[in-house]
C-alpha cells in the first residue's frame, strides 16, 4: 500500500511560479512511476506531467510543455512539480499518482495509476 500526501499548493498571480510536493510512504517508492494530474470545476481530470522510476523519461502535456518540470528525489520519497509562467488556465486541484506497473517508461492516462493522493488546490488569480 502507498500513500500520498500533496502540499505546496496556493493563490498565485498569473506569471508566478509555485512548486507542489508529493510525499510517498512505501519501501519501493523508488520502483513506481509518478504523475501529476489535475482537475478544473466542471472539468474531467487531465494529465499534466509523469516521470519513470528511473528518471530517465519525463511525460508532459502539450499545455504545460515548457513551463512545468517534473521531479523525483527517490531517497526522499518525493515528487516534485515545479509550476513557472501560471496561466488562471492552470487553476485546478492538482493530485499525484503512483503506478507501481509501469517499468520503464511512464503512462499518459489516469487508469494506469493505483494510487492517488487527496490533491492539492491550484488557483491562479489575474
Not at 512505501?26 to 466542471?42: H, I, K, V
Not at 509501469?102 to 490533491?119: E, H, K, N, P
Request: hydrophobic residues 35%.
Amino acid at each position: 500500500q502507498v500513500q500520498l500526501v500533496e502540499s505546496g499548493g496556493g493563490l498565485v498571480q498569473a506569471g508566478g511560479s509555485l512548486r507542489l510536493s508529493c510525499a510517498a510512504s512505501g519501501r519501493t517508492f523508488s520502483s513506481y512511476a509518478m504523475g501529476w494530474f489535475r482537475q478544473a470545476p466542471g472539468k474531467e481530470r487531465e494529465f499534466v506531467a509523469a516521470i519513470s522510476w528511473r528518471r530517465s523519461s519525463t511525460y508532459y502535456s502539450d499545455s504545460v510543455k515548457g513551463r512545468f518540470t517534473i521531479s523525483r528525489d527517490n531517497a526522499k520519497n518525493t515528487v516534485y512539480l515545479q509550476m513557472n509562467s501560471l496561466e488562471p488556465e492552470d487553476t485546478a486541484v492538482y493530485y499525484c499518482a503512483a503506478d507501481p506497473d509501469t517499468l520503464y517508461s511512464a503512462s499518459v492516462r489516469a487508469g494506469a495509476y493505483d494510487y492517488w493522493g487527496q490533491g492539492t488546490q491550484v488557483t491562479v488569480s489575474t
